[in-house]
């Protein structure tokens, strides 16, 4: 059964996010991993991996790190689904015909 981790990492710059991504995405049952938070602090793994020793490789590896959550893959998919929103009909805007007009004029 898949499991979505969500790890904490503290990443001061873009080469500590790719040297992150690519250790997580090398493991081994790891279906999808992305980076989540507003300052892309946050590696969201889903698959078949052990959380325990992932957030031990992202502490070596990268620095530190901590273990926010540990959850089922399927409910957090259902959860996505649920808050879809109602549909709005987008407003109508009349816009008026362009008229092109030379500077030369009609030529006859």
Known sequence: MAQKIVIKVHMGSDKCR???MAL??????VVSVELAGDDRSKV?????VDSV??????????????LLEVGDAKAAKEEK???????TVPPYYYY???HHYSPYGYIM
């Open 96 to 98: 008026y015909p362009y």
């Open 81 to 87: 689904k649920e808050e879809k929103k109602p549909e």
């Open 53 to 66: 020793k992932l957030t031990s490789l992202l502490r070596r590896k990268v620095g530190p790190a901590e």
């Open 44 to 48: 969201v793994v889903v698959g078949e």
């Open 24 to 29: 997580v995405a090398a493991t081994g049952g």
């Open 18 to 20: 790719r040297k992150a």
